[in-house]
């Protein structure tokens, strides 16, 4: 199962069954990469709308090895429930 998030600024984060990783710049640069299995948390917090904002968007933490941040848009916010369900799934195993 393959889960990618896209955040603001060409940043995202992709899930590919085993690891999770953060890439910046349009998906060209791995900034980091974590076992899923080491999953401990994750925050969501909605932001402050600006005047002219589409869509609601959200910071998100999410605590593995190392702590993901990005922001994303409202339309991305079922991909990242999925991703936790997964990852909870995996830590609930180990």
Excluded: W
């Amino acid at each position: 199962m393959m889960i990618e998030i896209q955040g603001d600024q060409g940043e995202s984060i992709l899930f590919d069954g085993s690891s999770v990783a953060k890439f910046r710049h349009g998906g060209k640069e791995e900034a980091a990469r974590n076992p899923a299995s080491t999953f401990r948390e994750v925050r969501v917090k909605p932001k402050k709308r600006k005047k002219g904002d589409a869509e609601q968007r959200y910071d998100v933490l999410l605590a593995c090895s190392t702590i993901f941040s990005l922001t994303i848009p409202e339309s991305e916010k079922p991909k990242l429930d999925q991703l936790v369900n997964e990852l909870e799934r995996i830590a609930a195993v180990r």
